[in-house]
DNA sequence: GCTTACCTTTACGTTAACGTAAAGGTAAGC
DNA sequence: GCTTACCTTTACGTTAACGTAAAGGTAAGC
């Protein structure tokens, strides 16, 4: 049974990017996908690798940051001279995700102040179109 | 008593931004300093606003982003007839960052474990270390 | 066999968010 | 009065992340 594979459309419509974002990932060489003569074949695991990214991308990171975090998955670059560096890049990107947590549950409580005054002055003005309107 | 007053450079220093970046952010309209002759003279809710832009920046939203949901917070937007849509807005971009929360519990969770497995592999190395070194 | 819907490469264009250099004004301290 | 440390404006440069246009190959369906 040969493994299930994507076209670049295919790929490009359930991520909701153009086929140009996904071709400008392989041109930078953030993704490797195989080939059917001149046609690129994406496997399960370029699927998965592309979703990586972008999920890195809405959390504001750079391609760049993206695969570097994602390459961290990648058991074969954890030969133990890296090790101590790779640890001290986990934990400062871990700082810096959790200012951002921060960061955005400051502006959710904040933006939920505002909608609750927006409810209540729309109240006001639907009681007040009542009265006099 | 005359009102407290920084000049770029304190911001500047302050924030671990340039003065470029603050001269940027007036010259596109986003703050609106007082001047002194020519110098700029930075009042407490400039600094304040600069903040905020700075913390919009962290979450990864754009310079235009920021000013948007900062003018969110003015009274003065909050005329009856823009509620519906100042509202829908607060919610669309609520959406988005409960989205990226999301998106950065998975990466924190991730990195946990990654962390993990550098921390036993460095045991594992300094224990071989002691036993053949 | 010809449309239609895909796919390809090459290559120049675009926007955001500043960086950087040039050229100069000013106020404080020795 | 001259250095030093600030401040100013103008203007061209830079990087990331694609957009877009041109020019063409291919496979399916009528």
Redesign the pocket.
């Known amino acids: 049974m040969s493994q299930k594979t994507y076209?670049?459309?295919?790929l490009?419509k359930e991520f909701g990017?153009?086929?140009?974002?996904i071709?400008?990932?392989e041109?930078?060489g953030y993704i490797h996908?195989l080939?059917e003569?001149?046609?690129?074949l994406f496997s399960a695991a370029d699927r998965v690798r592309i979703q990586l990214i972008l999920r890195g991308?809405r959390i504001g990171?750079?391609?760049?940051?993206?695969v570097e975090v994602i390459d961290m998955y990648d058991p074969k670059h954890n030969n133990a001279e890296q090790l101590h560096s790779l640890k001290a890049t986990v934990q400062e990107r871990r700082a810096l995700l959790e200012r951002q947590q921060t960061d955005i549950n400051d502006m959710l409580e904040g933006l939920a102040e505002v909608e609750a005054l927006c409810e209540q002055a729309l109240k006001n003005a639907a009681a007040d179109e009542k009265a006099h309107g």
Chains 1, 2 share one sequence.
């Open positions: 076209t670049i459309s295919e490009a990017v153009t086929t140009r974002t071709r400008f990932y041109e930078k996908p080939r003569g001149s046609k690129r991308k990171l750079s391609l760049q940051e993206c």
